[in-house]
């Protein structure tokens, strides 16, 4: 199976923890013996909107903010690529292009951001999406997609199953919703949909349940193509 784990920066490195990190790495590496294709893409999490914050008050621009949560999803990705024993990409691909070519290799392709404009979760649907991955797995901070932003809202439930169509609108109803924020965002589940792809999106900050995903044993919310 070709895997794609999309692991937000929130979840990986909270706190820069070196066991939380090898945990994760730890889960791709079983992948990986078990015969699975894997490639990886890491966000910025707390780190990264501590210098987006810190570079908006200083006047940079909304390009440059990008370019500075850029740069720490790479930051993150070379911590995984620091902590995993099998093969992986020397340093997080900077193109769809570049991990395509290491998945190729046998390695364990790892990126970051890509693009000013393109969150890490629009970058691991489009990789999905290059590579005709079997299964995309997004590890979040929280356990799948829910009704509303259960931050903001108390009585939102969460989904078991969707289709990929039913995920777009549920996400672009979280979006218009001033302060909400979605588990993905809405360009990676428009690529979700159009690519016909099988998404999983749960809680990441138990490792293993990316592992448990992998083998059919859903823990959060799972997204089928359309009929």
Known sequence: MRVIVSIGGSVLAPDLEADRVDAHAGVIDGLVEEGHEVATVVGGGGVARRYIGTARELGATEYDLDSFGIDVTRLNARL????????????????????????????????????????????????????????????????????????????????????????????????????????????AAKIIERSGLHAVVLDGSEPSRVAAAVAGDVHGTEVRPDE
């Open 80 to 187: 995984l690529i620091a902590a995993l024993d099998h093969a992986a990409t020397p340093e997080p691909a900077e193109s769809h292009e570049a991990a395509r070519a290491s998945l190729r290799r046998g390695e364990v392709a790892v990126m970051g951001g890509t693009t000013p404009g393109h969150t890490t979760d629009a970058v691991a649907a489009l990789l999905a999406e290059m590579v005709d991955a079997d299964l995309l797995v997004f590890a979040t901070s929280v356990p799948g997609v829910f009704s509303a932003d259960p931050n903001a809202d108390p009585d939102a439930e969460r989904y078991d199953r969707l289709t990929a169509s039913e995920l777009v609108d549920v996400i672009a109803s979280i979006e218009t919703a001033a302060g909400s924020n979605a588990p993905v965002d809405l360009l």
